[in-house]
Nanobody, 124 residues
Framework: QVQLVESGGGLVQAGGSLRLSCAFS????????MGWFRQSPGKEREFVAA????????YYANSVKGRITVSRDNAKNTVAPQMDSLKPEDTAGYCC?????????????????WGQGTQVTVSP
């Protein structure tokens, strides 16, 4: 059974940094592409970033490009987005999802496993 658990969220001032993490339990973590999404109240879920099965390729939404770096450790079954230069508009619940398929620009994760999310709040 696949399970994803996010951590690392919190309250930070604008310009600050947070390092999120998504821990995977189950089988064959290295077979999955992982994506990160965020959602704030009243808004639709937004794609943030994706990382390939090996961790060698990444893809970022324009809204976060240059401010988020996603890394992956298949030995530890974790993926960690490092978020820098945070802005108040980054405030949202962030969650990870995994799916099969190598195309990182495919942001539809309909057939995916999802975590419960972790809250990021950026104060002005």
């Amino acid at each position: 059974q696949v399970q994803l658990v996010e951590s690392g969220g919190g309250l930070v001032q604008a310009g600050g940094s947070l390092r999120l993490s998504c821990a995977f339990s189950g089988r064959s973590f290295s077979y999955y592409t992982m994506g990160w999404f965020r959602q704030s109240p009243g808004k639709e879920r937004e794609f943030v970033a994706a990382i390939s099965t090996s961790g060698g390729r990444t893809y970022y939404a324009n809204s976060v490009k240059g401010r988020i770096t996603v890394s992956r450790d298949n030995a530890k079954n974790t993926v960690a987005p490092q978020m820098d230069s945070l802005k108040p508009e980054d405030t949202a619940g962030y969650c990870c999802a995994i799916r099969y398929g190598a195309e990182l620009r495919q942001t539809a994760y309909g057939n995916a496993y999802w975590g419960q999310g972790t809250q990021v709040t950026v104060s002005p």
